[in-house]
């Protein structure tokens, strides 16, 4: 019974699908822009109206928008196994790179299931292996290359030509001094003025100026934030993806 | 010496690469002793944690993977620790796929340590999609939301999750991250239930949080591995982190001095053109 | 030096990242790709199994009440894949206009709850030359930011280009905390290679 139920309503919808597909294309643009007004105004109006009916139904509503953008997992894997499937059978330059990749996928798929619904030692080891002995490092040491670039731009691209720089430069040379126990070292010895040592100086730096600093910036963006969010909820916007709606697009 | 300089200005990166890699390497592998500051907001959140009643629990919220490891899981292990020492139970969450196993690792090694067991002090809601609308739900009922743990144990079966209904059964949200998912947090939890927040985070999202340390949405911030270690440090636990110290200051030495370098061997460049 | 697979394939993947700054290479390119297959992978594996069958398949399957009602997200959700179409891309709008329309309405919401405690603690008390400063930079740093009117006023001038100097200290600050970020990251993989694969440190 619960089979057939669960048959039906994906008929029902299989058929709800194919009846959006014979609306006529000028109707479309207003589908979209319903469907994502009615969205954000349920959102808007639980803010504005608080502890309401509304209130209740934010659990139920979230679960479900979950549930829907969870099922965009495969948009991405889809897209990754076109292109590399293709270089593969069309022996492009580097398709053992392509192969490469299909295949570490599969394993993981097939060893990540493996893993958390079976029970077999060689399959967890397996499984450690892809994801502590492969997939954390390669990721990991990927973002820590970025020191060594890091290391390039002082030492190449840090020029100090103008006031700007030159404030720019004090206080990163504070905040980086300030921020690890060489700094400490350094402004520990009885000549330096109580109450600057670097560490003190670099966290009133952070939390006075830089904080003010940011704050103001981000006034600026909270108001381009409410102008986007009106103008995405309203279908204000213009652009590739608002504009190619009614057409063929 | 001028001659020198100039021609340093077109050294190969490369070797700047490898005087950077000798520098660290030599500090990790002959250590000394630097006096380490304890900054007022690492000693905020520390201080938070003290305060949290033990009918609450804390939800350590995970929102970090491998690409900001070296910075996110030595705080997580701090705030855990912390957290066992006071046996106060808490929840594992996050919105990416590789934080609540990253974190699971870092619970089991401490569970083994203070001999605490899975589900009772500690479980792992694993995984959640869904960013602000996700936390609005977990807000209102957090078994509805959570349904499972990691290992698809339900809520309403995991011991320490007995009378957890919402976000007021809640005594302290510890967020560890290297993206902005802390905004989720202060504008739909801190600011709508009051639920203290702090923010461990990587040292350069850092800047960023300052204002709402400032107006108190934060009650402590973990900034990058230097926060990790000043809080080992307060907890008298020295880790990684501590033991990282001394190899990051002399790196942070070695910019200072490459950039000082590169500008008084451009200003003789600039100099020897004219 | 360890004996565990595990340790020994995260130094020979680690080494095989780094090769890159030597210069390209076919072994850093093999790697490269084997990550992206392998985090793909993950990231299908997890959604399905913390998301999708806890808060969906379980559910939908559980036979409680209008529980089969769930099998209709499934439908909503597989309108994502009609960006593969060409003729239909525009079903795929739909799903994403609801996303987007439910962020908007949260950003409204988000932008509220988040800047309201911030314009409150701006009225600081000018009672210590911290206070003094930070209403100053404040003050200072949005007048920079007012791109909708020619800044003709020498005060509004002024304030502006001390506004532009106060950010570049922030930038400074930022920076300094950039170099610690990215340096605590190659700490952190050289103590993995010292500590857990070669073990000369504790």
């Known amino acids: 019974m619960l089979a057939l139920k669960i048959i039906g309503g994906a008929i029902v919808g ?88 299909l295949v570490s996928m599969a394993a993981m798929i097939i060893f990540g299931f493996w893993n958390r619904y079976g029970h077999s030692h060689i ?127 | 010496m001028r001659d020198l300089l100039l021609r340093l200005q077109n050294i190969d990166r490369r070797w700047l690469y490898v005087t950077l890699a000798i520098v660290v390497t030599l500090c990790l592998l002959f250590p000394f002793n630097l006096p380490l500051y304890i900054s007022p907001q690492v000693k905020s959140l520390y201080d938070a944690v003290e305060r949290v009643p033990k009918d609450k629990i804390v939800i350590v919220a995970s929102e970090w993977d491998a690409g900001t490891r070296g910075e996110n899981l030595p705080q997580t292990r701090a705030i855990m620790e912390h957290l066992m020492r006071r046996g106060i139970k808490f929840a594992i969450l ?30 792992n809601w694993g995984y959640k999609i869904g960013g602000g609308m996700m936390l609005q739900a977990l807000s209102r009922n957090i078994p509805k939301t959570i349904e499972k743990d990691i290992w698809g144990t339900p809520v309403e079966k995991i011991p320490m999750m007995a009378g957890v209904k919402d976000i007021r059964d809640v005594g302290l949200i510890v967020v560890m991250s290297g993206s902005a998912v802390i905004d989720g947090y202060i504008a739909f939890i801190r600011s709508v239930y009051g639920t203290p927040l702090g923010f461990g985070c990587t ?35 020295p880790g990684r982190a501590m033991r990282a110290m001394n190899a990051q200051s002399m790196a942070h030495l070695l910019i200072i001095v490459l950039i000082i370098l590169g500008n008084i061997g451009y200003a003789m460049s600039r100099g020897s053109k004219r | 030096m360890s004996d565990d697979v595990t340790i020994w394939m995260a130094a020979i993947s680690t080494f095989a990242i780094y090769s890159l700054l030597y210069r390209e290479n076919r072994f850093f390119r093999l790697f490269e790709h084997i990550f992206v297959g392998l ?84 009225f600081k008390p000018l009672n210590s030359f911290s206070n003094v400063v930070f209403v100053i930079t404040l003050i200072c740093v949005m007048f920079y930011f007012f791109f909708s009117f020619e800044q003709r006023n020498p005060f509004i001038r002024g304030s502006s280009k001390l506004g532009r100097y106060f950010l570049m200290v922030s930038f400074g600050a930022i920076f300094g905390s950039t170099v610690m970020a990215r340096m605590s990251l190659f700490i952190e993989r050289l103590q993995f290679l010292l500590t857990d694969w070669i073990k000369i440190l504790d």
């Open chain 2, 94 to 123: 996050s919105q990416y796929q590789q934080g609540p196993r990253l974190a699971e690792a870092i619970a089991e090694e401490l569970a083994r340590k203070y001999n605490k067991k899975y589900g009772i002090d500690w479980c």
């Open chain 3, 39 to 122: 985090s793909v992978g993950f990231i299908f594996v997890t959604t399905w199994t913390d998301m999708l069958i806890p808060k969906w398949w379980e559910p939908m399957t559980s036979g409680k009440g209008w529980s089969w009602c769930w099998i209709f997200a499934a439908v909503i959700g597989t309108l994502w894949y009609f960006q593969y179409s060409r003729r239909h891309i525009w079903l795929s709008r739909v799903v994403m206009g609801l996303m987007m329309g439910a962020g908007a309405g949260m950003g409204l919401k988000a932008v509220f709850t988040t800047y309201m405690p911030q314009i409150q603690a701006s």
């Open chain 2, 203 to 237: 040292a350069v999202m850092a800047p960023e949080q300052y204002p709402f340390l400032d107006s108190g949405q934060l009650v402590g911030l973990l900034a990058g591995l230097m926060g990790a270690a000043q809080y080992e440090k307060l907890l008298s636990s």
């Open chain 1, 14 to 101: 299989g058929a709800a699908i194919l009846g959006l597909i014979s609306l006529p294309p000028s109707w479309r643009k207003w589908i979209i822009a319903l469907v994502t007004f009615i969205a954000g105004l349920f959102y808007f109006l639980e803010f504005v109206l608080p502890e309401s009916f509304l209130t209740d139904w934010l659990q139920p509503v979230g679960n479900a928008l979950m549930v829907i953008s969870a099922f965009a997992l495969g948009l991405g894997m889809v897209n990754l196994i076109l292109i590399h499937a293709r270089n593969v059978s069309q022996r492009k330059p580097g398709w053992y790179n392509s192969l490469s990749l």
């Open chain 1, 123 to 249: 399959v967890g080891k397996i499984y450690d292996v892809l994801f502590n002995g492969m997939l954390v490092p390669l990721q990991n040491t990927m973002f820590s290359i970025l020191a060594f670039y890091i290391v390039s731009a002082a030492y190449r691209a840090f020029r100090i030509k103008s006031l700007e720089a030159t404030l720019m430069m004090i206080a990163a040379v504070i905040v980086m001094l300030g921020q690890v126990p060489i700094g400490t070292w350094l402004s520990q010895w009885g000549w330096w003025p109580k109450g600057y040592k670097i560490p003190e100086v670099a966290n009133w730096l952070l939390t006075v100026v830089n904080s003010a600093a940011v704050r103001g910036v981000g006034f600026g963006i909270a108001v381009g934030a409410i102008a986007t969010s009106l103008r995405i909820w309203l279908s204000l916007e213009r652009g590739v993806y608002f504009e190619q709606i009614g057409g063929g697009g």
